[in-house]
């Protein structure tokens, strides 16, 4: 049966939890929601499948990949599509294809309270829901057995999620279904805990006594595509503005410090990121900072797929060594205090460690926001 020594030895894919035929597998969060595997020892018939399927390590399935990867900066042709989500729409262009052909497009979403989950869309309407940059770990749930189900029906599938989803999804799901099933990754730098989100948003109805109805956890359309900024609208008062909180190395899970994806080996077909460095593959393609999409093409499939939605978007090839951002180098490194800040968040809750350990207030909004203005005026003086 599968155990957990070091909780950094699991990434929460639910593989484990989801090839269990018995059940005797339950996801149980700790003190800060992230979810790991509970054996029930009674249920249990050590049959060792919730070992084998473990890909959360150096030995995961690269067999398909490409000595290389393709890489491409991306953008969407309709800007409405763009504006809307967090990049270059690189993925809305991917799952388009995918829906025209009646299959199915699995990412990420929210559920009650704007809790972060996984879900299944097969309409557009539905799969606009996954756009836009979530950072808190979603929740998997019974995602894995369903879409086994759909592949197993024959329907074509393409999944959406961070490396490590899509690593223990390709595992559980088996060679035999691979073949309508595409995999798109994420280039991840690390996932937050979902019970402070929670605590978050709750804190933010209290100070404001009222509903929140819309969340952003980037507001490219008032701060631009580089800026990073919690935007929340209320149902009467409007919208208030956070800056980079949910990005703190403090509050990631302690896998992501040792995550075996950070390279450009992807456990996926294809891989897409937000393109920093674009200027050096083009200097116009982003020029109104509206933002760009990094695609790197892992395997034959993927360019295959590629090829045929690459018409959907602008495409220009990049050099592999232009696009080598931090977490295709090496994984994000935790702060020496990611055990303390656990602990104190368990014991004195969520404005103490976002007041100790966060940008958490108006007053890093305003600095954030001056300082952006101040860099679009050097940007102006420069042309």
Known sequence: MIKIKELADCSGCT???????????????????????????????????????????????????????????????????????????????????????????????????????????????ERDEFKGSKYVQSDLGSIFRQVKRDLKSGQTVLFSGTPCQTSGLNAFVGERLREKLYLVDIVCHGVSG??????????????????????????????????????????????????????????FRHSCGKCHFCNIVRPRDITIADFWGWEKTDVNINKDDKGVSLVLVNTEKGRGIFEQVRRAMYVIPAKLEDCLQPNLQHPTRLHPKRMEFEREFQTRGFVYVMKRYGNFGWKSTVQAFGKRIKNKLRRMMRR
């Open 15 to 125: 593989a484990c939890a989801s090839i269990c035929a018995h059940d005797a597998i339950e996801m149980r969060p700790d003190a800060m929601g992230f979810l790991y595997p509970v054996v029930d020892t009674d249920k249990c018939i050590d049959c060792g499948l919730c070992e084998k399927v473990c890909s959360f390590n150096k030995s995961y399935d690269t067999s398909l990949n490409l000595l290389r990867p393709d890489a491409y900066a991306a953008r969407h042709k309709n800007m409405e599509e763009v504006e809307s989500s967090r990049s270059g729409a690189a993925f809305i262009a991917i799952s388009d294809w995918i829906l025209e052909r009646g299959g199915a497009v699995y990412g990420v979403g929210y559920t009650d309270f704007f809790r972060v989950v996984h879900k299944r869309a097969v309409t557009r309407a």
């Open 194 to 251: 979902p019970y402070l989100w929670r605590d978050y948003l709750t804190y933010l109805e209290k100070k404001q006594g009222d509903k929140i109805c819309k969340v952003n956890f980037r507001d490219k359309q008032r701060f631009g595509w580089g800026a990073h900024h919690e935007t929340f609208e209320f149902v009467k008062s409007g919208s208030i503005t956070f800056n980079y909180l949910f990005y703190q190395h403090e509050m």
